[in-house]
């Protein structure tokens, strides 16, 4: 249990915020669609933290919001259609699922180890300045406790993360009230994932595919081998993940600590998959707190392979 503080929106607030995200820690802070609960997305434990924050029972892919393009284009690979959208729509509440760019510094717990990421550049002056005191992009999913509605003022945060996070900036109401529109961007054209604020005359579609944004839910990480859960050891053909006391080729957190495990959760796993043995075996994790989360990734991980299904480099 932390002491939560509500300040309002101004320089103060923002000054406060930037400290408690350059200590890597979550603060909630208003956008132009609800408030948001941000944290440094280069940093994979600040990011693990929103999880721990939330109570989140997955690592689904957080948006990022970015100051412009510019700082857009340094995260993801930005086509024309792209472009043409940003120019049109951004600062706005748009946005965009594009290819990751070759050495991202975005963590790869924010992009829950997908090869796109997800970004918006934000209208709220809150969100804004935060953005401009930091320098850094910021991952904020919508700033409440998984599964409960999407908070739309700082009393909605309190109710919901009171005692969970350090900060709450209080700009009164948010303008919109609804999540933003996201659309993902590929050779194929524009795709709709999640209608928003913003109707680019998309239809959502109707099949069901991996997950790719926030919103949606299924399952979207499984590397290209088998995946042995609760494993003390490695068979001779097999790929040790280990945690604590169980060492293995990698380890997801020698120290047992559970927000690092988080966040070098998705970088082990593409490291077991890239490796010269045909499987995988992961250590016990304890089921608690953002403990659950990590397991509910593994078990999707570890569900049984489909007949041709692809790695997920």
Not at 179 to 206: K, Q, Y
Not at 260 to 287: K, N, Q, W
Request: proline share 10%; no cysteine.
């Amino acid at each position: 249990m932390v002491q939560t503080q509500l300040l309002p929106y101004g320089p103060e607030a923002i000054a406060e915020a930037a400290r408690l995200i350059r200590a890597g820690l979550p603060v909630a802070v208003p956008t132009e669609t609800v408030y948001g609960l941000a944290a440094d997305a280069t940093d994979g434990a600040a990011v693990a933290r929103i999880y721990e924050a939330k109570g989140r029972p997955a690592f689904n892919p957080l948006i990022v919001h970015v100051r412009d393009l510019d700082q857009a284009m340094v995260l993801a690979e930005v086509d024309a259609a792209a472009r043409n959208l940003a120019e049109i729509y951004w600062p706005g509440p748009l946005t965009l699922v594009l290819p990751v760019r070759n050495g991202s510094s975005a963590a790869s717990l924010v992009t829950a180890g997908l090869p796109t990421i997800a970004l918006r550049v934000p209208s709220h002056p809150a969100m804004r300045d935060l953005l401009a005191a930091t320098g850094k992009p910021l991952a904020a999913p919508s700033a409440n406790a998984s599964g409960r509605i999407s908070p739309t003022r700082a009393e909605h945060v309190l109710a919901s993360l009171g005692g969970r996070i350090p900060l709450v900036v209080d700009a009164g109401p948010t303008a919109h009230g609804l999540e933003s529109t996201i659309v993902a961007v590929g050779p194929e054209g524009l795709r709709l994932l999640r209608p928003g604020p913003i109707d680019l005359g998309l239809a959502a579609s109707t099949t069901p595919g991996p997950i790719e944004a926030p919103g949606q839910l299924a399952s979207h990480y499984a590397p290209g081998k088998p995946v042995r859960l609760e494993a003390s050891a490695a068979a001779a053909d097999e790929w040790l993940i280990g945690f604590g006391e169980v060492r293995g080729d990698s380890s997801l957190s020698g120290s047992g600590d559970l927000v690092e495990a988080a966040a070098a959760l998705f970088e082990r796993l593409h490291e077991a998959d890239g490796a010269d043995r045909p499987r995988i075996a992961v250590a016990p994790i304890p089921d608690e707190g953002i403990g659950a989360a990590i397991n509910d990734r593994l078990r999707r991980a570890a569900a049984p392979l489909r007949p041709g299904r692809p790695k997920v480099r």
